[in-house]
């Protein structure tokens, strides 16, 4: 009898040994695991699955390391900076919001080093919004206890990117048409900081608008737009005749 209790009692010994030792061993991995670095975004490069947005059913998504997406002279008027130039892209891919970050830090400060912070203005056409996961695995002795495999493999919110297709516009910059050569080099610059191909285009749009040149000078010159901002105002001929004289006399 005394035998077998002296069993047990090794035995339970053993199991608080064990046990002890797991949970050590799943402190150091978790603080392995955290002192990680990114995944490469070359594993997201290619639009695979839906689109995965934030939502209620998505949640712990962090926060897109591109925050800003108009810079330089924002507020600049329509009539300032008729020329336009695009940053196109040439695959239907995925482009992380820290690739788009790089391309904006890169152009802006070309652009601001060269010909002025006020001499262009360039907005972010794309925006971060899908979610991409990671199935984090323990890659060290003794972890093939702690991880269950390909079992539960749908994996935890890890970043954002920006699904974009074949002729979508990723950058574009309005500014003077004496600029036009800093402006290219700029966008020239950008593409180093993203995968796949891209084409720089010179638009033939006045700016931000969807007017061509010819048209946005005839419109200009008849009154029948005026500006509003970056973009222009339709003054339509329609409606009381007391509207209508109050838009000719702001154009």
């Not at 695979?48 to 800003?68: E, H, M, Q, T, W």
């Not at 509003?228 to 004289?245: A, E, Q």
Request: hydrophobic share 35%; net charge positive; aromatic share 8%.
């Amino acid at each position: 009898m005394d035998g077998h209790m002296d069993g047990l009692i090794d035995h339970r010994f053993r199991l608080l040994h064990i046990a002890s030792s797991s949970h050590s061993t799943l402190g150091q991995h978790s603080t392995i695991l955290s002192a990680m670095g990114r995944r490469p975004a070359r594993c997201y490069r290619y639009c695979k699955n839906k689109p995965y947005p934030k939502s209620r059913f998505c949640r712990g998504v962090p926060d897109a390391k591109l925050r800003i997406y108009d810079l330089g002279r924002k507020k600049a008027p329509v009539d300032d900076f008729p020329l336009c130039i695009h940053l196109v892209s040439n695959e239907y891919e995925q482009l992380s919001a820290e690739a788009l970050e790089a391309g904006r830090i890169c152009c802006n400060k070309y652009m601001a080093k060269t010909s002025g912070k006020d001499s262009f203005h360039m907005r972010i056409r794309v925006h971060p919004f899908h979610v991409t996961r990671i199935n984090k695995m323990l890659s060290c002795a003794g972890a093939d206890r702690l991880q269950t495999g390909m079992r539960g493999a749908f994996g935890k919110p890890n970043g954002l990117v920006a699904r974009v297709n074949i002729g979508q516009i990723i950058f574009s910059v309005r500014s003077k048409d004496n600029n036009k050569a800093v402006v290219v080099e700029a966008l020239r610059r950008c593409k180093y900081k993203f995968p796949g191909q891209q084409k720089i285009i010179v638009s033939k749009n006045w700016g931000f608008t969807k007017l061509t040149r010819e048209e946005f000078v005839e419109a200009r010159a008849e009154g029948k737009i005026r500006n509003d901002g970056c973009h222009v105002k339709y003054l339509s001929t329609k409606g009381p005749l007391k509207t209508y004289f109050r838009q000719a006399l702001k154009a």
